[in-house]
Nanobody, 124 residues
Framework: VQLVEFGGTWVQPGGWLRLSCAFAGEKFDMYAMSWIRQAPGKGREFVASISRNGGTYYLDSVKGRFTVSRDYDNNIMFLQMNSLNPEDTALYYC???????????????????WGKGTQVTVSS
């Protein structure tokens, strides 16, 4: 499994971005997927996850602003981020974990496969 993130860039506070994570490998639909971020000088932080059957779970500070989704036809996961603020500045990673249960939702930054990250910078 290989994961590649796209879409990170600089944006002003209050702006929006959509990140994408391309999944290369077999059986995308057998993996629970997550977004994790790492701000400068801090550890990795769980942001959002999506189960095999489309259930979602979010970090409290992004609820109502971020939306995670997945496209099974094209093996891509998305993170729509609205109302961005400087505290959202981080390197954003996507992660994957093989899951037999279709409703398993990762809730930590502990994933089986990782991408290399895409940088999101929110500043004026």
């Amino acid at each position: 499994v290989q994961l590649v993130e796209f879409g990170g860039t600089w944006v002003q506070p209050g702006g929006w971005l959509r990140l994408s994570c391309a999944f290369a490998g077999e059986k995308f639909d057998m993996y629970a997927m997550s977004w994790i971020r790492q701000a400068p000088g801090k550890g990795r932080e769980f942001v959002a996850s999506i189960s095999r059957n489309g259930g979602t779970y979010y970090l409290d500070s992004v609820k109502g602003r971020f939306t995670v989704s997945r496209d099974y036809d094209n093996n891509i996961m998305f993170l729509q981020m609205n109302s961005l603020n400087p505290e959202d500045t981080a390197l954003y990673y996507c992660g994957a974990r093989f899951s037999l249960p279709i409703d398993y939702l990762p809730r930590t930054a502990d994933m089986e496969y990782w991408g290399k990250g895409t940088q999101v910078t929110v500043s004026s």
